[in-house]
């Protein structure tokens, strides 16, 4: 950012704004300063080759790895592991302000450790489905999290953990919950606290904004074991729990972009109601209307009823935060879901058109937020959601392509004049 800065003195200098002396002490200044772009950019190539090499490796022992004795194939398991641990311990205690290393060291030896662990099985024929792998792999890469205070580690065992979720809830046979996620997932939070407290405005830290509400996301599906029309409601949960996490004022400081929380909590709710503004849904849950009793068995009942309380959870927060009056719709659309679901029970019609109207009422409150904030992203958003929603009917209703075709028209010139409406009120504010 500093060489526009500079480019720009000589005009500013000309044209009043600045004196001579204060531009040579701008100048100065961002001459002094240190390149953090040159350090990024050390960090981020620093951890693509130490993962790079790890993989490398492994690549060209697998190629020849049927032709070594055994005693080579411990060697080589375990001495990548080893030459990890001697590069964390010579970045922890010889490099301890230089960051490169630290993360570079712990993502070799994180992946050096899983690495090793399955040739090691491999090599004694000891039987076990990947999921054991997994579990064990993050248990013996989680203390690099704390120990090198390594954000990539972090990544890499969230990324390990929901897929370990993945393995035991949806591809292994027969599948279960996997309760041990959460635990695993619990461990990992003090680093996020951490960095939020004191690295706010850091890369890794906003891809913890992602990543950890996408981990949620992806895992939840796993606990569909009986009553899958109840996922439905854990899952509208859960998107407004993350949408109300997005509003606390630590994200609300941040760019949309950085809000993983809000933008996912937001996006989630939409396309779920998107999914069930078609009929299959409210059929089925009105058939499922006998089997009431059934859902108290079920592990879905129960984590809906928590996510349910959890948002309402910070739902009053946010009022004790501010007022009542700031409360918009997307705040409570959790609790509308929740009335329109247990009306489908004895009112699929009314219910299917109630989440319609929702959509649209959605839409139109994005676009009017956008105009009202001058935010282009938010604006086509809301356009967004009105041209999904006529797409949606646009295959399930009888109407005519004349007006299927004359609604695409009007939504199209919606956009153009939303659109010009803002840039043409930026330009004149400059």
């Not at 309380?309 to 501010?322: G, P």
Request: proline fraction near 3%; include cysteine; charged fraction near 15%.
């Amino acid at each position: 950012m500093s060489k526009p800065v500079l480019r720009a003195l000589p005009e500013l200098i000309e044209a009043g704004i600045i004196s001579e002396e204060n531009a040579e002490k701008i100048k100065q200044y961002y001459l002094s300063r240190p390149d953090k772009s040159g350090a990024r950019a050390l960090l981020v190539f620093g951890i693509l080759g130490a993962i790079l090499i790890g993989l490398g490796i492994i690549l060209i022992i697998a190629h020849n790895w049927d032709q070594l004795p055994k005693f080579i194939k411990i060697i080589i398991a375990f001495l990548p592991m080893i030459l990890g641990q001697l590069a964390c311990g010579w970045a922890l205690y010889k490099k301890t302000e230089q960051r490169v290393w630290k993360e570079a060291s712990a993502a070799f030896l994180f992946l050096a450790i899983g690495a090793c662990i399955s040739m090691v099985s491999q090599i004694y024929n000891i039987p076990g489905k990947i999921s054991d792998l997994m579990f064990l792999w993050m248990l013996l890469g989680l203390p690099l999290v704390y120990l090198l205070s390594s954000s990539i580690a972090s990544f890499i065992y969230i990324s390990g953990i929901t897929y370990y979720a993945c393995l035991i809830g949806y591809s292994e046979y027969p599948s279960h919950i996997p309760y041990f996620y959460w635990l695993f997932l619990a461990l990992v939070l003090p680093h996020y606290y951490w960095l939020i407290k004191n690295k706010p405005t850091s890369n890794f830290t906003v891809f913890h904004h992602w990543l950890l509400p996408l981990s949620l996301i992806i895992t939840l599906g796993t606990f569909g074991q009986q009553e899958e029309m109840l996922m439905f409601l854990a899952y509208f949960s859960l998107f407004g729990w993350l949408y109300l996490v997005g509003r606390l004022t630590y994200f609300e400081e941040q760019a949309i972009k950085n809000n993983g929380f809000l933008v996912l909590g937001s996006l989630g709710s939409v396309i779920l109601l998107l999914i069930l503004s078609f009929d299959f849904f409210w059929d089925e849950l009105y058939y499922q209307r006998s089997y009431i009793s059934d859902w108290w068995d079920a592990p879905e009942i129960y984590l809906s009823i928590v996510l349910t309380l959890l948002a309402s959870i910070f739902l009053f927060l946010l009022i004790k935060k501010s007022n009542i009056q700031t409360i918009n719709l997307l705040d409570i659309l959790y609790l509308i879901f929740l009335a329109i679901f247990l009306s489908g029970l004895y009112a699929p019609v009314q219910s299917l058109i109630f989440v319609n109207i929702l959509i649209f009422v959605l839409g139109l409150l994005y676009i009017n937020r956008g105009m009202q904030k001058d935010h282009l992203g938010i604006l086509n958003y809301g356009l967004l959601i009105i041209t999904a929603l006529i797409i949606c009917r646009f295959f399930d209703t009888k109407w005519s392509f004349i007006i299927r075709g004359a609604l695409f028209v009007i939504v199209g010139i919606g956009f153009f004049i939303a659109n010009y409406r803002i840039l043409k009120r930026r330009k004149s504010a400059t």
